[in-house]
T-cell receptor, first 112, second 116 residues
Framework: AQSVTQLDSHVSVSEGTPVLLRCNYSSSYSPSLFWYVQHPNKGLQLLLKYTSAATLVKGINGFEAEFKKSETSFHLTKPSAHMSDAAEYFCVFMDSNYQLIWGAGTKLIIKP | GAVVSQHPSRVICKSGTSVKIECRSLDFQATTMFWYRQFPKQSLMLMATSNEGSKATYEQGVEKDKFLINHASLTLSTLTVTSAHPEDSSFYIC????????????FGPGTRLTVT
């Protein structure tokens, strides 16, 4: 069965330091994977997507993610955190029926 | 572009009453709309998928008679929670897709429903 696991419910970093949000997936085929961000009182926004092209995917706001098949991972990174990055982040897997399967989410906290 | 709105953003209703939530695609035609439910500190759960002009497809465990979905036009879908109970209190999110890319969904800001 396909699934996606976000390993951390909360991640806290200082402003200006790197961000790492971890995501692992389980799939019997090459998946399509996404990262979404949810700010309070705003709609979910697509940060980036992997759809079997380049394994290093660059997204908006300086975020990027690397698809590693050997590790079944799709971790989200950013070199330098900004206060505006504080939000909930979701790793999402698209199943064979084109439905989105959502991870439990990781709350990113930015310390000044 | 690709803006989706939801109305209302928050609603409080009494147990036993019904409440309607609207989802609109403002600048594009949405052939498919999705309704999700998000429990506190949890992920999104797909409730149903609706295509314009046809009946919605509900996920397993979602009561179709309780959560009525109508997708009457290419820009509007509604979710009606009938005979609401406190356990229906949740954050409801809709998304809309043009259908050109199976994965490309644009999300509304959500509706917070509280049933007292």
């Amino acid at each position: 069965a396909q699934s996606v696991t976000q390993l951390d419910s909360h991640v806290s970093v200082s402003e200006g330091t790197p961000v790492l949000l971890r995501c692992n997936y389980s799939s019997s085929y090459s998946p399509s994977l996404f990262w979404y961000v949810q700010h309070p009182n705003k709609g979910l926004q697509l940060l980036l997507k992997y759809t079997s092209a380049a394994t290093l995917v660059k997204g908006i706001n300086g975020f990027e993610a690397e698809f590693k098949k050997s590790e079944t991972s799709f971790h989200l990174t950013k070199p330098s955190a900004h206060m505006s990055d504080a939000a909930e982040y979701f790793c999402v897997f698209m199943d064979s029926n084109y439905q989105l399967i959502w991870g439990a989410g990781t709350k990113l906290i930015i310390k000044p | 572009g690709a803006v989706v709105s939801q109305h209302p953003s928050r609603v409080i209703c009494k147990s036993g009453t019904s409440v309607k939530i609207e989802c609109r695609s403002l600048d594009f035609q949405a052939t498919t709309m999705f309704w999700y439910r998000q429990f506190p500190k949890q992920s999104l759960m797909l409730m149903a998928t609706s295509n314009e002009g046809s009946k919605a497809t509900y996920e397993q465990g979602v009561e179709k008679d309780k959560f009525l979905i109508n997708h009457a036009s290419l820009t509007l879908s509604t979710l009606t929670v009938t005979s609401a109970h406190p356990e229906d209190s949740s954050f409801y999110i809709c998304s809309a897709s043009t259908g050109t890319s199976a994965w490309e969904q644009y999300f509304g800001p959500g509706t917070r429903l509280t049933v007292t």
